[in-house]
C-alpha cells in the first residue's frame, strides 16, 4: 500500500499503551523518526478529519483537519466516545460504526446547537474502527440550503395566507381556523394529494376574504337582510376570487374554493349555480366543513348547534345542497357521527 495512509496504524499492531486513554494523541506527532515524518506531514495536510477508535468505540486517536472539519478541540474528545459527538440517522441504527465498513452522507458531529453536517466514511477491523468525516461536498450543500430556505418560505406563505384569512374579526378567525382543520382532514379522508390538500387548505384560509368589501352594517346586521342587502353579500365569493387574482402563487384549485364555496350540489347555489361535480372538489369540501362550523358555533343572531343537530341537518341536505360522498365521509370519518347516517338509513327502512 503505498500513499500517505501506509505506515497509518489501522491494521490493529497498536500497542498496549496506545490503546489507553493517558496515550490517546493526535495521529501526527512532532517525535517520529525521520522516515515517518513525510508520512505524518501528508496526514497533518488531510482535509478530512481522520480518526480511531477502540473496541469500546473510545476515540484513541485523531489527525487530519480534525479541528477544522468538526469544530472540536483534540482535548476535549480523545479518550472519550466517538458517539457522544456524532449523530447518524435513525435509519443507520443499531449497528451504526460496528457494521464491517460503511458511508454516510447525512451525519453530523458536535455538541448541542452546534452541531455540523458531516459525510463518514468508516471501516472496521478485530480491535478497532478508523474513519475519516469531511465536510459535504458544495454540491450536498448548495442543495440542502436551497430545501432549507425553500422549506422556511412555504413555511411563511402558510403563515401569511392563515393570518390573511382571520382578519376580518376575530369570532371569523376562530371560525377560519377550525373550517380550514375540519376541511383539510376531509380533503385528506377524500384521498386528495399534497397539492389538493394544499388548495382546500389555502381555499378554507380565504374563503370569506372578500367579505371585506362589504359594508360592516350589513356584514353585521342582526336580523333579516333586505334584498337589496342579500344582493351585496352575494357578491362575496367573486370579490374574493378578485382579489385574489393578483397572487400568482395561488393554486387555481384555491381561488375555485373560495369563488365557489356557496355553490350546491342541486345548482340552486351562486354565484354561477354550477350543478354536482361541476363544482370543483376543492370549494364541496370546503362548502360542507364551513356551514358545519357555522352552525356549531354561537353568532350573533343564534345559538350554537351540537355536533349531533349539525350533523342531522348535513345528512338532510345531502345529495341537495351538498356531496353526498363527502357529506358520508365527514360524519363518519371526520366527526365519528357515522350512526347519525345509519339512524337516517333504518328510518326510511320502517
Ligand atoms: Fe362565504
Ligand atoms: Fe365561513
Redesign the pocket.
Known amino acids: 500500500m503505498s500513499g500517505p495512509f501506509r505506515r497509518f496504524p489501522f491494521n490493529g499492531d497498536l500497542d498496549a499503551s496506545e490503546q489507553t486513554v493517558p496515550s490517546a494523541r493526535p495521529l501526527v506527532q512532532d517525535d517520529v523518526p525521520e522516515a515517518e515524518a513525510d508520512d505524518s506531514e501528508l496526514l497533518r495536510c488531510q482535509p478530512s478529519a481522520l480518526f480511531l477508535l477502540d473496541q469500546a468505540g473510545m476515540l484513541m486517536r485523531i489527525g487530519g483537519n480534525w479541528q477544522g472539519v468538526t469544530g472540536l478541540l483534540p482535548e476535549h474528545v480523545l479518550g472519550r466516545p466517538l458517539h457522544q459527538f456524532l449523530k447518524l440517522p435513525l435509519g443507520s441504527h443499531p449497528r451504526g460504526l460496528y457494521a464491517e465498513s460503511g458511508v454516510c452522507e447525512e451525519a453530523s458531529i458536535g455538541r448541542g446547537g452546534l452541531s455540523r453536517r458531516v459525510r463518514i466514511v468508516w471501516q472496521r477491523g478485530e480491535t478497532w474502527v478508523a474513519g475519516s468525516l469531511e465536510q459535504p461536498g458544495p454540491a450536498a450543500r448548495e442543495a440542502y440550503e436551497r430545501s432549507e430556505k425553500l422549506r422556511r418560505a412555504e413555511e411563511a406563505l402558510e403563515q401569511t395566507i392563515a393570518c390573511l384569512g382571520t382578519t376580518l374579526d376575530p369570532v371569523q378567525g376562530q371560525?377560519v381556523m377550525r373550517?380550514t382543520s375540519y376541511a383539510t382532514r376531509l380533503g385528506e379522508i377524500y384521498g386528495l394529494d399534497a397539492a389538493g390538500l394544499r388548495s382546500v387548505r389555502w381555499g378554507a384560509a380565504l374563503?370569506?376574504v372578500g367579505k371585506a368589501r362589504v359594508p360592516q352594517d350589513i356584514l353585521n346586521k342582526r336580523g333579516p337582510l333586505s334584498a337589496d342587502e342579500f344582493d351585496v353579500v352575494v357578491q362575496h365569493p367573486v370579490w374574493g376570487a378578485e382579489i385574489l387574482e393578483k397572487l400568482e402563487f395561488l393554486p387555481d384549485a384555491a381561488r375555485q374554493a373560495v369563488l365557489h364555496h356557496h355553490e350546491r350540489w342541486d345548482g340552486q347555489g351562486y354565484p354561477a349555480g354550477l350543478v354536482e361535480e361541476r363544482i370543483p372538489i376543492s370549494a364541496r369540501i370546503v362548502m360542507i366543513a364551513?356551514v358545519f362550523d357555522?352552525l356549531t358555533s354561537d353568532r350573533s343572531y343564534k345559538d350554537a348547534w351540537t355536533p349531533e343537530a349539525a350533523g342531522e341537518f348535513l345528512l338532510r341536505e345531502s345529495g341537495r345542497a351538498f356531496d353526498p360522498e363527502l357529506v358520508q365521509l365527514f360524519l363518519e370519518r371526520v366527526l365519528d357521527l357515522g350512526y347519525l347516517d345509519q339512524d337516517a338509513g333504518n328510518e326510511t327502512d320502517s
Do not use: I, T, V
Open positions: 371560525h373550517m374563503h370569506d364551513d357555522a
